[in-house]
């Protein structure tokens, strides 16, 4: 039985914040998008934003009407030099050190869009292992199916440390606690921070939801 706390955490927003970057991202699912239904951008932009309310990622809306291929679909919307926009954060290192119990990475993106986020923070050593959209057969969160793979995998205190108040209160309705980031609001989070860099305040809030 492990009883250790377990930490799940975002990637996008969560561990960092490039509103340059995510807008990129977003400029490559609209092209995608574009190419793949031969639709304008601003069908395409419409489109990508309708599916993320109804599915929570553009990709799933694409899987379930389409049968896209995921892969092809994560490796053209991630086909980004992430180097050019995140440097090494070492005090973000040291505050993940500082915190007791597993940590892991629980994102919709891919995993390679993941593993060059961690590299270029210089963070890739504090997560024992990457859970992307891949690991649940190209579901996301805020979607229950995700939290409950997770919470049937791991029977400790799970933690979910997210940007999205929809995948925070998906997160509690499942058993985890929560962290939420940033200025978003949710009455579904145990401890709320501004930043992840005071992640260590929450981990100390958190205990008393225990
Ligand atoms: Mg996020």
């Known amino acids: 039985m492990n009883q250790l706390e377990n930490w799940f ?8 914040r490039k509103p340059d970057l995510f807008k990129l991202i977003d400029k490559r699912i609209n092209l995608f998008v574009m ?4 639709l304008d951008n601003d069908r395409a932009e419409a489109l990508r934003k309708s599916y ?5 990622t ?13 892969v092809n679909y994560l490796d053209y919307v991630h086909d980004i030099e992430i180097r050019k926009f995140l440097k090494s954060d070492f005090s973000l290192k040291l505050s993940l050190e500082n915190i007791k119990g ?12 993941a593993e060059a ?3 270029s923070l210089g963070i890739k050593e504090c997560f024992e292992e990457i859970f992307d ?4 057969c190209y579901h996301a969160k805020p979607e229950s199916v995700t939290f409950e ?3 049937a995998d791991f029977d400790g205190k799970n933690i979910m440390v997210d940007d999205y108040p929809k995948n925070i209160e998906a997160a509690k309705r499942t058993g985890f606690y929560t962290v939420l980031v940033g200025k978003g609001t949710s009455g579904y989070a145990d401890a709320q921070i501004d930043d992840v860099h005071s992640i260590e305040t929450a981990a100390e809030e958190i205990k008393n939801s225990f």
């Open 9 to 16: 955490f975002d990637l996008d927003n969560t561990l960092y």
């Open 35 to 38: 190419k793949f239904l031969n």
């Open 52 to 56: 993320f309310y109804q599915y929570g």
């Open 58 to 70: 553009t990709l799933r809306g694409l899987i379930d009407n389409f049968s896209v291929d995921p």
């Open 102 to 113: 597993r940590k892991f990475i629980f994102t919709n993106a891919s995993k390679g869009h």
């Open 117 to 119: 986020v961690l590299d």
């Open 133 to 136: 959209t891949g690991h649940f």
């Open 149 to 151: 793979k997770i919470a």
